[in-house]
């Protein structure tokens, strides 16, 4: 295996958070599947905002509101110019991909009867599971599960038997979460469409990693989060069909949401304003901005290129350790790689190695239900972004070589 040209030391420098030890040991931060890390153009973004430009957006006709509104705004236009919507209105800002799919399901709610269904798959990271159980419950429509097969491959062959004339929604993620695989969404959208049934596509773990175009998709949703692509935490985005965003009530009352209110009635705004009740989360909307601008100055070619060379480096090393069993397997996958070693709790196994340095996540990743498919409690999951180098592969090898010694 030979590295892409990709020069990551230099990204790294971006990165002040990864220049420390920890235990000291220097830190090996696997874990971007949880949250990615953000790189001094973000935090140079967000802190010119608060020092310069803050005020309320949409209100004032000072300066300040005025510059805050452009920047804000102009970040709306950033998302949309990365998933290639057709236009800003389809851009709706949120607190992340747990706030959009809830917007999603509450907006939804009253157009679903007894006797509906929601098909989702058996890979969906919770917050792509319990939203839609609850408006199940609330209305009486029944959730119905696409299975996975053994390497963590959605078996699609059995959506067209699953949708019938009650399917009202296929919400499927991009890129699962706990497996690392990534799922043929378009093709997945154009067998719901032919049978009339909108899709939501979780898009969390996808956008670090690859090119999104929500018009190729032909998504009628698409929900993701800013501090999974190197923005920051507590904002998210929903992009929704114009014609779908047009249909749907609001599903939080308060400002900005109205046009006009008395105590009679109510106008709603346009979209995407619509949806945006109270003070957005302005910096953040800023911050993901300039996320945007710094993945797209390093090409999104190049960071997939890069992170596949990653994944083949980890996956091949650890297949290589006697007792570990890798779990997600498919052909087609992100850089997550989850996975169990004989005799030994993930939880252990993940305390030990943060005492040398390797951070990656252990449990059950928000993603029960593929723990339960597996028969595990939870596994091991070591997650790559284009700033991780083979080196801190080795010292994650290494510190598990020393905490099988230790426990096994
Ligand atoms: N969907 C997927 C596929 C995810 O991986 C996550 C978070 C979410 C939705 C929720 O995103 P949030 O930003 O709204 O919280 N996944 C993980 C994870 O794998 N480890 O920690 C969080």
Same mark, same amino acid.
């Given at each position: 295996?030979?590295?892409?040209?990709? =020069?990551?030391?230099?990204?790294?420098?971006?990165?002040?958070?990864?220049?420390?030890?920890?235990?000291?040991?220097?830190?090996?931060?696997?874990?971007?599947?949880?949250?990615?890390?953000?790189?001094?153009?973000?935090? =140079?973004?967000?802190?010119?905002?608060?020092?310069? =430009?803050?005020?309320?957006?949409?209100?004032?006709?000072?300066?300040?509101?005025?510059?805050?509104?452009?920047?804000?705004?102009?970040?709306?236009?950033?998302?949309?110019?990365?998933?290639?919507?057709?236009?800003?209105?389809?851009?709706?800002?949120?607190?992340?991909?747990?706030?959009?799919?809830?917007?999603?399901?509450?907006?939804?709610?009253?157009?679903?009867?007894?006797?509906?269904?929601?098909?989702?798959?058996?890979?969906?990271?919770?917050?792509?599971?319990?939203?839609?159980?609850?408006?199940?419950?609330?209305?009486?429509?029944?959730?119905?599960?696409?299975?996975?097969?053994?390497?963590?491959?959605?078996?699609?062959?059995? !959506?067209?038997?699953?949708?019938?004339?009650?399917?009202?929604?296929?919400?499927?993620?991009?890129?699962?979460?706990?497996?690392?695989?990534?799922?043929?969404?378009?093709?997945?959208?154009?067998?719901?469409?032919?049978?009339?049934?909108?899709?939501?596509?979780?898009?969390?773990?996808?956008?670090?990693?690859?090119?999104?175009?929500?018009?190729?998709?032909?998504? =009628?949703?698409?929900?993701?989060?800013?501090?999974?692509?190197?923005?920051?935490?507590? !904002?998210?985005?929903?992009?929704?069909?114009?014609?779908?965003?047009?249909?749907?009530?609001?599903?939080?009352?308060?400002?900005?949401?109205?046009?006009?209110?008395?105590?009679?009635?109510?106008?709603?705004?346009?979209?995407?304003?619509?949806?945006?009740?109270?003070?957005?989360?302005?910096?953040?909307? !800023?911050?993901?901005?300039?996320?945007?601008?710094?993945?797209?100055?390093?090409?999104?070619?190049?960071?997939?290129?890069?992170?596949?060379?990653?994944?083949?480096?980890?996956?091949?090393?650890?297949?290589?350790?006697?007792?570990?069993?890798?779990?997600?397997?498919?052909?087609?996958?992100?850089?997550?790689?989850?996975?169990?070693?004989?005799?030994?709790?993930?939880?252990?196994?993940?305390?030990?190695?943060?005492?040398?340095?390797?951070?990656?996540?252990?449990?059950?990743?928000?993603?029960?239900?593929?723990?339960?498919?597996?028969?595990?409690?939870?596994?091991?999951?070591?997650?790559?972004?284009?700033?991780?180098?083979?080196?801190?592969?080795?010292?994650?090898?290494?510190?598990?070589?020393?905490?099988?010694?230790?426990?096994?």
């Amino acid at each position: 295996m030979s590295s892409p040209a990709f =020069d990551v030391q230099s990204i790294r420098n971006d990165f002040p958070i990864l220049h420390q030890e920890v235990h000291g040991c220097p830190l090996a931060f696997l874990d971007s599947a949880a949250s990615a890390q953000r790189p001094q153009q973000v935090l =140079d973004a967000i802190d010119h905002y608060y020092s310069h =430009d803050h005020a309320n957006v949409h209100r004032g006709v000072h300066t300040l509101s005025h510059r805050a509104t452009d920047a804000y705004e102009g970040a709306r236009e950033k998302v949309r110019a990365f998933i290639n919507a057709k236009t800003t209105q389809e851009i709706v800002f949120t607190s992340g991909t747990t706030e959009a799919i809830n917007l999603v399901a509450a907006s939804l709610g009253p157009s679903i009867c007894a006797g509906d269904e929601i098909l989702i798959t058996h890979m969906e990271h919770h917050s792509n599971i319990v939203p839609w159980k609850m408006l199940c419950e609330r209305s009486g429509a029944v959730l119905k599960v696409v299975p996975i097969d053994r390497d963590g491959v959605l078996l699609t062959d059995k !959506i067209p038997d699953m949708i019938n004339a009650r399917t009202r929604l296929l919400a499927v993620t991009h890129v699962s979460n706990a497996l690392g695989t990534v799922n043929p969404v378009k093709s997945i959208v154009a067998t719901a469409h032919t049978a009339g049934v909108p899709v939501l596509l979780d898009g969390a773990q996808a956008t670090l990693h690859a090119a999104v175009d929500v018009q190729e998709l032909d998504c =009628d949703f698409y929900a993701f989060s800013g501090h999974k692509m190197c923005g920051p935490t507590g !904002i998210g985005v929903l992009y929704g069909r114009e014609a779908w965003l047009e249909r749907l009530p609001p599903w939080q009352g308060g400002g900005e949401m109205i046009l006009s209110v008395t105590f009679t009635d109510t106008v709603y705004n346009k979209l995407p304003y619509k949806f945006e009740a109270g003070t957005p989360n302005i910096a953040g909307a !800023i911050g993901l901005g300039a996320a945007i601008d710094y993945l797209l100055h390093i090409g999104r070619g190049n960071i997939a290129a890069y992170e596949k060379y990653l994944l083949d480096y980890l996956t091949d090393r650890l297949a290589q350790i006697e007792g570990l069993r890798l779990i997600g397997t498919a052909p087609d996958k992100a850089g997550v790689q989850s996975f169990v070693i004989d005799g030994i709790h993930p939880h252990d196994l993940g305390t030990v190695l943060d005492h040398k340095g390797v951070a990656i996540r252990t449990g059950h990743h928000c993603a029960m239900p593929v723990m339960d498919f597996f028969g595990v409690p939870g596994t091991a999951r070591a997650s790559l972004a284009f700033y991780n180098t083979t080196a801190e592969i080795d010292q994650l090898i290494d510190a598990l070589a020393v905490a099988r010694e230790m426990l096994a």
